[in-house]
């Protein structure tokens, strides 16, 4: 005869023991998890101190850590902690439309530079020949041009002490630990992988999550054997050298950079809005508003002028390519035929092949492309 009563505590005690030992493996990933988010300790940064180049515009500038740190430090000291507010106002007033509320703007940068003392001395950052120009300034055009002088007189101001403090400050040490941080070696198990987003010549785009901090991108999977079949490799490695210089809120940027056996990998941006052209197409009415167009156009404008500000030709603007955030603004993507123009050299080859009934095969195919980022419609640091 069966005893109910102990086959209960049975069922329930073996249930018990399996929770206690998937909790116990979860406590025990979740701690593993947390020791590889530590920052590494000083005395493993040194070699990178002694190395590393102290350059104003790289570290404080081009670097997304090495700018908020360096805003960080500037806000201890209230002389630079005024200057770093004088370039937050005109940045407001670059960037704001055109009207009553930009020209209020400019006046209110003209007046902080041609202001009295403040605090019983004159801004440390203003020259006497620019606070005397900014109080004789009558016209629009001249308030302009003088704040822009303003602007690059804080500039070379920041570069000079305020720098050199930075670097000797507990702030740059930050900085430091978190490049060495940055520095350690991603694999693919470094990421949960999802769904297939878009397939293109060479591999596909998936989106995946970063195990550790949770954060989403789209990784783009370059097959290792279709890139030597086709003679892709030196335009794989291109495509990531141009990610890693490019540094605008208009382009994809790129997060990690690694390779399995059979694929080389990047992990990009994901962009939740889809791409242009569907917003064309298949959202409501096809095609778009003015507004719109002019808004996107901007945008996309920005993203070629940072292009060619480092001597990069785009060579594939279509819709396709023009992937949309979560706020509507738009990047744009799949740099996989950019060039870096070599001195001054003219770019003599051609984008694509003979078309496609000559050749046969997709599309992407045909015109040698990696993966571009198609109806991305759901889901880096």
């Known amino acids: ?111 902080t530079c041609a202001s009295a003392p403040v605090h019983g001395h004159p801004h440390p950052f203003f020259s006497p020949a620019l606070v005397t120009k900014c109080q004789a300034a009558t016209t629009e055009d001249d308030r302009a041009s003088l704040v822009k002088l303003a602007k690059a007189e804080v500039m070379a101001f920041l570069q000079d002490q305020p720098f050199r403090e930075f670097l000797a400050s507990p702030f740059y040490d930050k900085f430091l630990q978190w490049k060495v941080f940055e520095m350690q070696p991603v694999s693919d198990k470094y990421f949960e992988e999802f769904r297939v987003l878009g397939k293109g010549g060479f591999g596909e785009v998936c989106a995946v999550q970063v195990k550790n901090t949770g954060k989403m991108y789209a990784c783009k999977k370059l097959d290792k054997k279709r890139l030597k079949k086709k003679n892709g490799e030196k335009m794989a490695l291109l495509e990531k050298e141009i990610l890693e210089r490019v540094s605008s809120p208009f382009i994809v940027s790129l997060a990690y950079a690694f390779e399995s056996k059979s694929h080389l990998c990047l992990v990009m941006s994901l962009m939740n809005g889809g791409d242009l052209k569907f917003h064309i197409y298949s959202v409501g009415e096809p095609g778009l508003d003015m507004s719109r167009v002019v808004f996107y156009s901007a945008q996309m404008t920005c993203g070629v002028l940072h292009l060619h500000s480092l001597g990069i030709v785009y060579r594939d603007m279509k819709p396709e390519n023009v992937l949309l955030d979560d706020l509507g603004n738009c990047r744009l993507s799949d740099l996989g ?45």
């Open 337 to 381: 035929l950019a060039v870096q123009i070599q001195d001054g050299k003219p770019i003599t080859q051609r984008v694509s092949e003979p078309p496609l009934a000559q050749r046969g095969g997709t599309e992407l195919e045909r015109r040698g492309e990696g993966c571009s980022f198609p109806g991305q419609t759901e889901p880096r640091t």
């Open 1 to 111: 005869m069966v005893d109910m009563g102990g086959l209960d505590n049975l069922i329930a005690n073996t249930a018990y023991l399996q929770a206690r030992k998937s909790s116990d493996a979860d406590s025990k990933e979740l701690q593993r998890r947390r020791r590889s988010l530590m920052l590494p300790g000083p005395q493993s940064c040194e070699q990178l101190r002694q190395a590393l180049a102290t350059d104003f515009h790289s570290l404080c500038e081009q670097q997304p850590i090495g700018r908020r740190l360096f805003r960080d430090f500037l806000a201890t000291v209230p002389a630079y902690q005024e200057a770093r507010g004088f370039l937050e106002e005109v940045q407001s007033w670059e960037l704001a439309e055109e009207g009553p509320a930009k020209g209020s703007a400019l006046q209110g940068l003209v007046t």
